[in-house]
């Protein structure tokens, strides 16, 4: 089988053009999955030193380092850097590498609209982190932008809210690409069932995107009219209602976390079978509890807002929806739990993070299943219990997933292994060090202590010490991946095509590195 | 490498979405400089949509060229199509966001305000002597006395005008699958007529609600949800009227044949929805 190249136009393409070009023009999805894979690292360091500045603030009580203002600045655009900089471009960029590889196609369906969806990013984050050095400074209600608080922000204001659009526009038409990609490109007898679960589980992801995305456009420009063009949306002088902003806000943001978890279950349905050596029990009820996971989505946003003030019948609804998400997510972890049970296990680095994921996740996902609880969670709403929760699922669980992935891919990518011994020094020290830092704040906000607060009474101190030690080191373990991925890069050992004994898939047919258009022919499909 | 109908197509690459995000990066600072009162914000925006604009015909008139070399084949002919559904689903999302706001505003919160159910307490303690239901520009009476707008004069006109061009575009279509090309560019054309009258009347609408109604963008919510939902959608009949303009030159100048021609159908889908939203908006902001 010729793996020349896919047709160019009339001529045949022989490759990347040189230099600063092929980055900027390029229309090939591995050029532009390393564009999204090296932004959202950098983003990642940029948010974590945010994280960085919280901790020191929260290392004792009282008022140390910054003010108030900034403090709520920082909180505030951590999380909008990690989950629309870092979390969801990591996973696009992921997308964007492997989907084409794993489906046998030569590349994305729609490859210059690729490429537009990856360069508006920086210019989206660039808007939103000038607003630092604006009148009134940057972002500080919270990434949530609840009115009447948000509305109070300075000059900036109309800059962030732009940024949003902008980063929104860019993961829609990421997604239409994903969409449209795996409908419309699949090599023949690639069957949707024969999919490998990471394309399914980005499927349903991408209609999530297209799905919500918008719908948080058109909350944030009620935002921008109700602050610059005299609308009433959520005054309830006008007849609106504050609240009114946190139903649309949800309705997008909890599609939105499922956004930032569905592709880390592809991801770990990937790894685990590889190094259990086994198939991966239930691949069909994967494909199911991914399916109803994304609809459950659509109907529990309003657990985010218990205390809000809501019929009576509106809170119970929304418990019950969102206790039954544990179903299909408990399914899945049964299923990895049942690929590794008997199998001939072994724990390279992906694995490790895999197994660390399954493990962690889980506790995230029971202290949700917590706040699920519409009375109990009356009690835990608005403290450290909740940062605790959400850090669980999204920091042992879509970051951890994506270290799995790029341990994993890394020497599929570069044709180099990386260094299995400093792998796996970064993962212990991460993990030891991630459950110092996250799983003392259940204590202090089991406690009490609220979430957003600069300042805390005396009784939290020991445990935010605890917990700030724990972020230091985590911090600087992150620095360990980062020369990790450097010194892999620069020249490590060869890697073989197949990298993992255990892999199967696609994806690991191909060369390491794999030619510049993957597929030029369709593969046959067994 | 013998050419199949199996290969793939890959486009080359292309300067075109680089100048896409540099000038949407200009055009939004732009705007957020003229929405802070900024002197220059205006001049900056309207370089911003100049560059879009430029862009546009840039990079459809590259992808227009390449589609009359033949290079594309039918697996990027059914990539675009997805591509462009999927693009109306999400516009249909961005929709939903106003819509609910509407249904939320008319179901709950002015119910709420008048003392419904839980908000009993918020009637009694904060807003007492409030008493009027939809349209309503809440208890503070923001933005002073206004009538609403009735729906049998000009928008029934206007629901018309649009179920109308919904007729004369699929008459373009058959006519263009019969390969009478004449007959096709002329139905466009009267589609099109079609969107200008609705957008001459719309302006109409505006002009007699702020004039003689005083319905206002800042009239409560009746005035927020009156103007930010037509607003949009006038916003889409634009841009429809524009790609219907453009698809009419398109098909004088014989770039489409009876069964090759996606972007008019890409245009006739989007001219469709454009045609849904107003019944939506005809029946929820106008006649309930």
Same mark, same amino acid.
């Given at each position: 089988?010729?793996?020349?190249?896919?047709?160019?136009?009339?001529?045949?393409?022989?490759?990347?053009?040189?230099?600063?070009?092929?980055?900027?023009?390029?229309?090939?999805?591995?050029?532009?999955?390393?564009?999204?894979?090296?932004?959202?690292?950098?983003?990642?360091?940029?948010?974590?030193?945010?994280?960085?500045?919280?901790?020191?603030?929260?290392?004792?009580?009282?008022?140390?380092?910054?003010?108030?203002?900034?403090?709520?600045?920082?909180?505030?655009?951590?999380?909008?850097?990690?989950?629309?900089?870092?979390?969801?471009?990591?996973?696009?960029?992921?997308?964007?590498?492997?989907?084409?590889?794993?489906?046998?196609?030569?590349?994305?369906?729609?490859?210059?609209?690729?490429?537009?969806?990856?360069?508006?990013?920086?210019?989206?984050?660039?808007?939103?982190?000038?607003?630092?050095?604006?009148?009134?400074?940057?972002?500080?209600?919270?990434?949530?932008?609840?009115?009447?608080?948000?509305?109070?922000?300075?000059?900036?204001?109309?800059?962030?809210?732009?940024?949003?659009?902008?980063?929104?526009?860019?993961?829609?038409?990421?997604?239409?690409?994903?969409?449209?990609?795996?409908?419309?490109?699949?090599?023949?007898?690639?069957?949707?069932?024969?999919?490998?679960?990471?394309?399914?589980?980005?499927?349903?992801?991408?209609?999530?995107?297209?799905? $919500?995305?918008?719908?948080?456009?058109?909350?944030? $420009?009620?935002?921008? $009219?109700?602050?610059?063009?005299?609308?009433?949306?959520?005054?309830?002088?006008?007849?609106?209602?504050?609240?009114?902003?946190?139903?649309?806000?949800?309705?997008?943001?909890?599609?939105?976390?499922?956004?930032?978890?569905?592709?880390?279950?592809?991801?770990?349905?990937?790894?685990?079978?590889?190094?259990?050596?086994?198939?991966?029990?239930?691949?069909?009820?994967?494909?199911?509890?991914?399916?109803?996971?994304?609809?459950?989505?659509?109907?529990?946003?309003?657990?985010?807002?218990?205390?809000?003030?809501?019929?009576?019948?509106?809170?119970?609804?929304?418990?019950?929806?969102?206790?039954?998400?544990?179903?299909?997510?408990?399914?899945?972890?049964?299923?990895?739990?049942?690929?590794?049970?008997?199998?001939?296990?072994?724990?390279?680095?992906?694995?490790?993070?895999?197994?660390?994921?399954?493990?962690?996740?889980?506790?995230?996902?029971?202290?949700?299943?917590?706040?699920?609880?519409?009375?109990?969670?009356?009690?835990?709403?608005?403290?450290?219990?909740?940062?605790?929760?959400?850090?669980?699922?999204?920091?042992?669980?879509?970051?951890?997933?994506?270290?799995?992935?790029?341990?994993?891919?890394?020497?599929?990518?570069?044709?180099?292994?990386?260094?299995?011994?400093?792998?796996?020094?970064?993962?212990?020290?991460?993990?030891?060090?991630?459950?110092?830092?996250?799983?003392?704040?259940?204590?202090?906000?089991?406690?009490?202590?609220?979430?957003?607060?600069?300042?805390?009474?005396?009784?939290?101190?020991?445990?935010?010490?605890?917990?700030?030690?724990?972020?230091?080191?985590?911090?600087?373990?992150?620095?360990?991946?980062?020369?990790?991925?450097?010194?892999?890069?620069?020249?490590?050992?060869?890697?073989?095509?197949?990298?993992?004994?255990?892999?199967?898939?696609?994806?690991?047919?191909?060369?390491?590195?794999?030619?510049?258009?993957?597929?030029?022919?369709?593969?046959?499909?067994? | 490498?013998?050419?199949?109908?199996?290969?793939?197509?890959?486009?080359?690459?292309?300067?075109?979405?680089?100048?896409?995000?540099?000038?949407?990066?200009?055009?939004?600072?732009?705007?957020?400089?003229?929405?802070?009162?900024?002197?220059?914000?205006?001049?900056?925006?309207?370089?911003?949509?100049?560059?879009?604009?430029?862009?546009?015909?840039?990079?459809?008139?590259?992808?227009?060229?390449?589609?009359?070399?033949?290079?594309?084949?039918?697996?990027?002919?059914?990539?675009?199509?997805?591509?462009?559904?999927?693009?109306?689903?999400?516009?249909?999302?961005?929709?939903?966001?106003?819509?609910?706001?509407?249904?939320?505003?008319?179901?709950?919160?002015?119910?709420?305000?008048?003392?419904?159910?839980?908000?009993?307490?918020?009637?009694?303690?904060?807003?007492?002597?409030?008493?009027?239901?939809?349209?309503?520009?809440?208890?503070?009476?923001?933005?002073?006395?206004?009538?609403?707008?009735?729906?049998?004069?000009?928008?029934?006109?206007?629901?018309?005008?649009?179920?109308?061009?919904?007729?004369?575009?699929?008459?373009?279509?058959?006519?263009?699958?019969?390969?009478?090309?004449?007959?096709?560019?002329?139905?466009?054309?009267?589609?099109?007529?079609?969107?200008?009258?609705?957008?001459?009347?719309?302006?109409?609408?505006?002009?007699?609600?702020?004039?003689?109604?005083?319905?206002?963008?800042?009239?409560?919510?009746?005035?927020?949800?009156?103007?930010?939902?037509?607003?949009?959608?006038?916003?889409?009949?634009?841009?429809?009227?524009?790609?219907?303009?453009?698809?009419?030159?398109?098909?004088?100048?014989?770039?489409?044949?009876?069964?090759?021609?996606?972007?008019?159908?890409?245009?006739?889908?989007?001219?469709?929805?454009?045609?849904?939203?107003?019944?939506?908006?005809?029946?929820?902001?106008?006649?309930?």
């Amino acid at each position: 089988m010729s793996m020349a190249t896919a047709t160019h136009d009339a001529d045949h393409d022989h490759g990347p053009a040189k230099g600063l070009k092929r980055w900027i023009t390029t229309t090939n999805h591995k050029d532009i999955g390393t564009l999204y894979l090296v932004f959202a690292l950098t983003m990642f360091f940029i948010g974590g030193a945010m994280a960085m500045v919280i901790r020191a603030e929260l290392f004792q009580p009282g008022m140390q380092l910054v003010d108030p203002q900034f403090f709520n600045s920082m909180i505030t655009v951590h999380a909008l850097v990690m989950i629309f900089g870092a979390v969801m471009p990591a996973f696009t960029g992921l997308a964007n590498w492997l989907i084409p590889m794993m489906i046998g196609a030569p590349d994305m369906a729609l490859p210059r609209m690729n490429n537009l969806s990856f360069w508006i990013l920086p210019f989206a984050f660039t808007l939103l982190l000038s607003t630092f050095f604006m009148e009134g400074g940057g972002p500080a209600g919270g990434w949530t932008l609840y009115p009447p608080l948000s509305l109070q922000m300075g000059e900036g204001f109309p800059f962030m809210i732009f940024a949003i659009h902008l980063a929104g526009i860019s993961s829609i038409m990421g997604s239409i690409n994903v969409i449209v990609t795996i409908l419309n490109m699949r090599a023949p007898g690639m069957t949707l069932m024969k999919m490998p679960l990471f394309v399914w589980t980005w499927l349903i992801t991408a209609y999530l995107l297209i799905a $919500t995305m918008p719908v948080l456009a058109g909350a944030v $420009t009620m935002l921008l $009219t109700d602050k610059f063009a005299g609308t009433s949306f959520f005054n309830a002088a006008g007849g609106g209602d504050p609240v009114m902003y946190q139903h649309i806000f949800w309705f997008f943001g909890h599609p939105e976390v499922y956004i930032l978890i569905l592709p880390a279950f592809g991801i770990i349905s990937a790894i685990v079978p590889t190094f259990a050596r086994k198939p991966l029990f239930g691949y069909s009820s994967m494909v199911y509890a991914t399916t109803s996971i994304a609809f459950l989505s659509f109907i529990v946003w309003a657990h985010h807002m218990f205390t809000v003030g809501m019929p009576v019948v509106g809170e119970l609804f929304f418990m019950y929806a969102t206790m039954m998400i544990a179903v299909p997510t408990g399914v899945k972890v049964f299923n990895w739990v049942s690929t590794m049970w008997k199998g001939a296990m072994s724990f390279e680095t992906p694995m490790l993070f895999a197994i660390g994921f399954i493990m962690m996740f889980t506790i995230g996902g029971f202290s949700g299943l917590m706040l699920a609880i519409a009375p109990a969670d009356f009690q835990y709403h608005d403290t450290y219990f909740v940062v605790a929760h959400f850090h669980y699922v999204l920091v042992t669980g879509a970051i951890y997933s994506i270290m799995a992935a790029t341990y994993y891919w890394l020497p599929k990518w570069t044709g180099k292994m990386y260094d299995e011994r400093l792998g796996k020094i970064h993962f212990w020290v991460s993990t030891l060090s991630v459950n110092v830092l996250f799983f003392p704040q259940h204590f202090l906000g089991l406690a009490g202590m609220p979430r957003r607060i600069p300042d805390y009474s005396v009784q939290f101190a020991d445990w935010n010490m605890v917990s700030s030690i724990g972020g230091f080191v985590f911090g600087a373990s992150q620095l360990l991946f980062l020369w990790v991925v450097i010194k892999t890069v620069r020249g490590g050992k060869k890697a073989t095509d197949r990298v993992w004994e255990g892999a199967n898939g696609l994806e690991w047919t191909l060369s390491s590195p794999p030619p510049y258009h993957s597929f030029s022919e369709a593969p046959v499909i067994k | 490498m013998t050419h199949t109908a199996n290969d793939y197509y890959v486009p080359h690459g292309s300067y075109w979405p680089i100048v896409a995000a540099i000038a949407m990066f200009i055009t939004v600072i732009g705007a957020a400089l003229w929405i802070n009162g900024e002197l220059n914000g205006r001049l900056v925006l309207f370089i911003g949509l100049g560059l879009v604009a430029f862009m546009m015909f840039g990079w459809f008139g590259t992808v227009i060229r390449e589609n009359l070399k033949g290079v594309y084949n039918d697996q990027v002919d059914r990539s675009f199509r997805q591509g462009m559904m999927w693009f109306i689903f999400s516009e249909a999302m961005f929709f939903a966001a106003f819509f609910g706001a509407l249904f939320y505003a008319r179901v709950l919160s002015v119910p709420w305000l008048l003392g419904m159910d839980s908000g009993f307490s918020t009637h009694e303690v904060l807003w007492p002597g409030f008493s009027e239901a939809w349209p309503t520009n809440g208890p503070g009476d923001v933005g002073g006395e206004f009538r609403p707008m009735g729906p049998w004069g000009l928008p029934a006109l206007n629901t018309l005008l649009l179920l109308s061009s919904g007729v004369t575009i699929t008459l373009s279509h058959w006519a263009l699958k019969a390969g009478d090309r004449g007959r096709s560019v002329l139905w466009l054309i009267v589609t099109a007529l079609l969107g200008a009258s609705f957008l001459g009347l719309q302006a109409y609408e505006y002009i007699h609600a702020y004039t003689e109604l005083d319905l206002t963008l800042a009239s409560g919510i009746y005035g927020s949800t009156f103007f930010m939902l037509t607003g949009f959608h006038g916003m889409h009949v634009t841009i429809g009227t524009v790609m219907l303009i453009v698809i009419a030159l398109r098909t004088a100048k014989g770039h489409f044949t009876a069964d090759n021609h996606f972007a008019f159908e890409g245009v006739a889908w989007y001219w469709h929805f454009v045609d849904v939203v107003w019944l939506g908006l005809f029946i929820f902001v106008y006649v309930l």
